[in-house]
C-alpha cells in the first residue's frame, strides 16, 4: 500500500534552519505522474499548502515562503524534500508530506480544501 513518512521536524529558533524528508513507498515509478507537496496546519488554523512540485519538479510556492523555502524531488528514490531557511514563528506547524493526482500541480494550493491523494502523518516544526 502506499505510504509516506516525513522526517526532519523540529525545535529552531527565528533564522534559522530545517529540511524535511518524505520517503513514499507503495507506487511505481517514482510517483511519476503525481504532484507532490508539504502542506502544514497550525493550531486552530485551517491546513494549507507550501509548496508544490510536479513530476518535472517545476515548484510553486505560497506566497509566505518564496525566497525562503525551496521544495525539490528525488524520482528515482520517491523521496521528497523541503529546505527552509530563515525560518519565522509563523511556520510553526505541521508540515504534511502529500501525493496528489491533479491536472496542473500550482492550483492545488489555492485549494480550500483537499479530501483526496496520499498523505503522511505529519512532522511538528516550531520556531521560538
Known amino acids: 500500500h502506499v505510504q509516506l513518512v516525513e522526517s526532519g521536524g523540529g525545535s529552531v529558533q527565528a533564522g534559522g534552519t530545517l529540511t524535511l524528508s518524505c520517503e513514499a513507498s507503495?507506487?511505481?515509478?517514482?510517483?511519476?505522474?503525481?504532484?507532490m507537496g508539504w502542506f502544514r496546519q497550525a493550531p486552530e488554523k485551517q491546513r494549507e499548502g507550501v509548496a508544490v512540485?510536479?513530476?518535472?519538479?517545476?515548484?510553486t510556492y505560497v506566497d509566505s515562503v518564496k525566497g525562503r523555502f525551496t521544495i525539490s524531488r528525488d524520482n528515482d528514490n520517491s523521496r521528497l524534500y523541503l529546505q527552509m531557511n530563515g525560518l519565522k514563528p509563523e511556520d510553526t506547524a505541521v508540515y504534511y508530506c502529500?501525493?496528489?493526482?491533479?491536472?496542473?500541480?500550482?492550483?492545488?494550493?489555492?485549494?480550500?480544501?483537499?479530501?483526496?491523494?496520499?498523505w503522511g502523518q505529519g512532522t511538528q516544526v516550531t520556531v521560538s
Open positions: 512540485a510536479n513530476s518535472e519538479g517545476l515548484a
Open positions: 507503495g507506487y511505481p515509478i517514482g510517483f511519476l505522474g503525481f504532484c
Open positions: 502529500a501525493a496528489l493526482l491533479y491536472p496542473k500541480c500550482s492550483e492545488l494550493l489555492g485549494l480550500e480544501s483537499i479530501d483526496f491523494g496520499y
